[in-house]
Every structure is written in C-alpha cells, then in structure tokens.
C-alpha cells in the first residue's frame, strides 16, 4: 500500500512479479502465433529487461501457463488453450444470459450508439 | 401515524435526483458516500413499510378515538388502503432483493466456473472473439477476458485493462454494487442512485489505470477501442440501452478522461450523507409515534 501512495501520478508505477507475469500472458494470447523472448517483450510494451521477459515466459511455461517450441537455439512460447472449448462455451452462456443477470455483470465497457459509436471512432482517429 | 413514516420515501426521491445531476461531476472515488446514503434510504423507506403494514393487525382508528376521548390526541391513525399498500410494497421489495441476490450469486459462481478452467493465476483468458473483460472477486480475485479483447489492444492498453480490473478487485467494487443494487431493489426510487455507483465506480478504476499507466488519454483510447470493437454485440446493446441513464456510459468515462481530472469536492458528499442520516432520524421518529401507537392499542 505504501507504494501505491508514493506513485506520482505521472509516471507509470513499477510492476510487481504478478502484474507481469498477467501482462506477458496477455501478450501471448493477443499473438497471432508462438513468440520469442524478443518479440514477447516487444508485445508487451513498456520498458522492460530482456531477462525479465526471459524469466516470466520461463515461470509462466513451469506453471503450465503457456506452451512452447524450440526455434533452433531459441524457444517460442505460445498461449495454452486447454480448456479451450469447455471455457468458450460457459462464457458464451454466461453472456446470453437474461436480464437479471446482465446487469449484475460489471463490464470494462460496454457497447454503444450509433452517435457514441462516431464520437469514439473521431477521438482514436484524432489519437493517431 | 407522524408523517415522518413517510419522510424517507420524499428523501430518497431527493438523493434520486441529486445523484442524476452530480454523477458526472463528482470525484469518483466519493462513490461510497451515495453507497451509504441508499442504504439508509432503503432501509428507512423499508423500516416505514413495516410499520406502516404493521398498523393493519390492529384498529387504529378506534384507538385513536379512545386515546383522544383521554385526552390525547394520537397523530393521524393510517388508513386502512395505506396500510394494505405498504404491505404489497413491503413484499414486492422483499422479493425483488432475493431475485438480485440469487443473480448475483449465480453470476458469480458462473465467473468462477469459466476462470478455473481456464488455468490458474491472476489472469484466465477465454478465446472467445468478442471483446470481453470482468472482475471476479473471489480469494484471490481474478481477470476474465477474452482473446477478442486482448488481440485489439496493444501491450499498453491491455495494461490499462488489467490495472482497471484490479482497481475493481482491490477496492472491492462489488460491494459497493451490490449494496446499492439490494437498496434499490427495496426501494426503486433508489434506481437512478445504483446507475450512478456503477458508473462511479467504473470511473474510480478508469482514474486507477490511469495513474497506473501514467496517461489518461491511454485510458480512453483503451476503452474506446473495446467499446467499438463490441459494437456488433446486439444483445448487451440491448440491455445497456435499456438503463435510465443515458449519459452514464463510455462515451461519459472517455469524456471525463479527457477533462481535467477530478478535483475532491467537499459540499457534494456531505450533503449526501447528511440526506442519508436525515432518512435515519426520520425513521427513528416513525418508530416513536408508532410506538406510542402500540401503547394505546396494548395498553398493559
């Protein structure tokens, strides 16, 4: 907690072991195929140590967490998707859910009118 | 009875309309302050109720003649429709808090469900195209997303999902939604205040991020992205369409990320609060008369 306090609002706090290793698997999954330790970083984004990456995508592959292939010397990981169908399909239920149980989902957002819809595409273009 | 039985219903009305006109302008992290309000509204509106419907299992008319025949004058016996009224009311509350607790608790249990087959650790990520992201409480908590939602991001904006996702865990934002979602369910007029926390609370873990990420506007863009790539989502559209409020949404949380941060103010929830406790006196004094009531129609 102490360290949240000390954050300045300005710059991007430093992140735990935790955070990281959410953030490396988030990158992993949002790939189109299985990444280097190199690429992995890029993906991430941020300023973070090659061996960092290295050490997370090492941590995430002992869980069980994420996959990988050997590329001649190197490694590629890749995103495990187990459970993959069993996962989709009570999710998909979840979603089609009534009314009741709709609003009791707290979304990170959720989707839009037509007018909002422009209003959000003219602010990401103006972002560029 | 005092009119005072009926002072946490006017009060609630009140706290109703002042919440609709200070959601956008209120510091986010004040969401707690109209929390506490709707719960002493609802439970003085519902305390009401139950006094209002206990007049029923007595006479009070004639009590009253007898009282004033004494020479006390009893404040206005109820009338018989109100208390008829306030019993109907009374039930329907009661039966619309079990309908909230139980999709609460089934929607939970679900997100549970869908989280532990997708692996362990902070994050489970389902693939699943459309662009989904939920907080699930739980020990320890954890992030759902969806590949759809991970794949339209970049490494930065994806860190703005997590962070927000977190704030709502660490901050537990559940609670806060789940009391205003019982106080409203007890008393509807509290809708436009549960709409207000759930956008409060959004807010609270959008300016988390952001502090977080150190940018804003990396926030809204983040959100902006989520939103339309969800756009061909007719259902949520359908729900979300639905809600009384229609300035509350992302198009509101982008906006007040791109203004000037929020500034604490200190009049807003003071105000609020002092609504709340007012509600709480008023009920205290419905209790009295009603106790008084109870004396004369027992008198031991």
Redesign the interface.
């Known amino acids: 907690m102490a360290t949240r306090a000390s954050?300045s609002?300005?710059?991007?706090?430093r992140r735990a072991a935790?955070?990281l290793?959410?953030?490396v698997?988030?990158?992993l999954?949002?790939a189109d195929g299985p990444l280097t330790a190199a690429r992995a970083r890029?993906?991430?984004?941020?300023e973070l140590a090659y061996n960092t990456v290295q050490t997370i995508l090492v941590r995430?592959y002992e869980?069980?967490?994420i996959g990988r292939v050997a590329d001649g010397r190197r490694h590629e990981y890749f995103?495990?998707?187990?459970?993959?169908e069993?996962?989709?399909e009570?999710?998909?239920?979840?979603?089609?859910?009534g009314?009741?149980?709709?609003?009791?989902?707290?979304?990170?957002?959720?989707?839009?009118?037509v007018e909002?819809?422009r209003?959000?595409?003219a602010?990401?273009r103006r972002?560029r | 009875m005092t009119i005072s039985v009926y002072v946490p219903a006017a009060l609630s009305l009140l706290l109703a309309a002042i919440s609709r006109i200070v959601v956008g302008r209120i510091a986010p992290t004040r969401a707690v302050v109209f929390v506490v309000a709707a719960m002493l509204c609802a439970a003085a509106s519902t305390w009401g109720l139950v006094l209002l419907s206990a007049t029923l299992l007595g006479d009070t008319s004639m009590v009253a003649e007898e009282a004033s025949e004494r020479g006390v004058q009893l404040q206005d016996p109820v009338p018989q429709l109100i208390g008829v009224t306030a019993v109907v009311l009374l039930v329907s509350g009661v039966f619309r808090v079990v309908r909230v607790l139980r999709a609460r608790r089934a929607t939970t249990q679900e997100l549970r469900a869908v989280c532990s087959s997708c692996g362990t650790g902070e994050l489970a990520v389902v693939a699943l195209a459309a662009p989904h992201a939920f907080a699930v409480p739980g020990r320890p908590g954890r992030i759902l997303v969806t590949q759809g939602l991970l794949s339209v991001l970049d490494g930065d904006e994806r860190r703005v999902v997590l962070a927000h996702e977190r704030a709502h865990l660490q901050s537990r934002h559940h609670w806060l939604r789940a009391a205003t979602e019982v106080s409203a369910a007890l008393n509807p007029v509290l809708i436009p205040v549960r709409e207000a926390v759930a956008f409060l609370v959004e807010r609270s873990a959008d300016e988390h991020a952001a502090a977080v990420t150190g940018s804003r506007r990396l926030v809204a863009a983040a959100i902006a992205k989520v939103a339309l790539a969800g756009g061909a989502d007719g259902g949520v559209r359908a729900w979300s369409a639905a809600l009384p409020f229609v300035g509350c949404g992302v198009s509101a949380r982008v906006a007040a990320l791109h203004a000037d941060p929020p500034r604490p103010e200190p009049l807003v929830p003071s105000s609020v609060l002092a609504l709340g406790v007012a509600t709480a006196i008023a009920a205290v004094q419905a209790t009295m008369a009603f106790y008084q009531l109870v004396y004369w129609l027992w008198p031991s």
């Open positions: 954050r609002s300005r710059t991007p706090a935790g955070e290793e959410a953030e698997l988030a990158a999954w949002a890029e993906a991430v984004g941020g995430l869980k069980g967490l995103a495990v998707k187990g459970a993959e069993l996962a989709a009570q999710m998909q239920a979840l979603l089609s859910r009314r009741d149980r709709q609003a009791v989902l707290q979304r990170f957002a959720t989707s839009l009118s909002d819809a209003l959000l595409q602010m990401l972002r």
